[in-house]
Nanobody, 125 residues
Framework: QVHLVESGGGSVQSGGSLRLSCVAS????????MGWSRQAPGKEREGVAV???????TYADSVKGRFTISRDNAKNTLYLQMNNLKPEDTAMYYC???????????????????WGQGTQVTVSS
């Protein structure tokens, strides 16, 4: 059983920044795709970003140029740097782990098998 623990959420004003972190308990962390998804009240969960084992990244169009996903394999830790935050970024953010398909990782939430408990991000205008 993989345990993923997120941290770093909070409340910021529009234009501000936050950095989310996710620590994974899995000792084979380096072998998996890692990603971030988010879910706002009353909306479906949506993929935000994913990073593969070779550090290649994919982003949702809504966050391109503002968010950066990264991973530190030595620390089993995933990050999401969020800049120029907007009120529409307000959501619960979840860290997730998945197994690549034909060597590829996908940003859609259905790709991931394991999830953290989430960390809340609130952006005020």
């Amino acid at each position: 059983q993989v345990h993923l623990v997120e941290s770093g959420g909070g409340s910021v004003q529009s234009g501000g920044s936050l950095r989310l972190s996710c620590v994974a308990s899995d000792h084979t962390y380096n072998d998996y795709c890692m990603g971030w998804s988010r879910q706002a009240p009353g909306k479906e969960r949506e993929g935000v970003a994913v990073i593969d084992t070779d550090f290649a990244t994919t982003y949702a169009d809504s966050v391109k140029g503002r968010f950066t996903i990264s991973r530190d394999n030595a620390k089993n830790t995933l990050y999401l740097q969020m800049n120029n935050l907007k009120p529409e970024d307000t959501a619960m953010y979840y860290c997730a782990q998945g197994t690549g398909v034909d060597g590829r990782c996908y940003v859609v939430p259905s790709f991931f098998a394991y999830w953290g408990q989430g960390t809340q991000v609130t952006v005020s205008s």
